[in-house]
């Protein structure tokens, strides 16, 4: 690899961390403004718990954002420290991708757990038992599915980025 190919790649890389950081971001306080003015709105206490848990789970989420896999600042100019910054960036990145279920689904599950046992065995909903239990187990089903999912889709990225490293390793050793 050329020092302008690893310029590029690298430049190309803070740019996807970026947008992607920026989209959380978005989402994150697109969460935070939904539950909280439902935390506000509702007045069952157990549901307005649920909210308020969430709201908090998201800003944690961005923070953690932040802190775990932020994009790093300016690049070095010259060949070597600037292979050093790129590989350290792709194993800064994942190993935020590879603790995701801990750091950015672990935060919602209060709030859902919460949020759905409330809304399913709200007093108000007129529901037999049997069937808050079986719209509990619904909701619940459908929530552990997209995080399953997330988690799969960041495990995926974990084994590309670990494949990037190895190439990245590969050019290194045939300089």
């Not at 709105?41 to 932040?66: E, F, N, S």
């Amino acid at each position: 690899m050329s020092l302008a190919d690893i310029h590029a790649h690298s430049r190309r890389f803070q740019s996807r961390i970026r947008v992607r950081n920026l989209t959380e971001y978005a989402a994150a306080a697109l969460v935070i403004a939904v539950f909280g003015w439902m935390a506000f709105l509702i007045p069952d206490l157990v549901v307005k718990a649920g909210c308020i848990l969430t709201a908090l789970g998201a800003a944690y989420v961005a923070y953690a954002l932040h802190a775990k896999a932020g994009t790093a600042g300016g690049q070095p100019e010259s060949a070597e420290p600037l292979l050093d910054f790129h590989r350290a960036e792709l194993l800064r990145q994942r190993q935020a991708l590879a603790t995701v279920p801990r750091w950015y689904l672990a935060p919602f599950v209060p709030g859902m757990l919460l949020f759905v046992g409330g809304v399913s065995f709200a007093s108000d909903s007129g529901l037999p038992l049997l069937a808050r239990f079986i719209q509990f187990g619904t909701s619940l089903a459908i929530i552990g599915a997209v995080f399953a999912g997330v988690a799969w889709l960041n495990a995926r990225a974990v084994k590309q980025l670990d494949a990037r490293i190895a190439a990245l390793d590969e050019a290194r050793e045939l300089n």
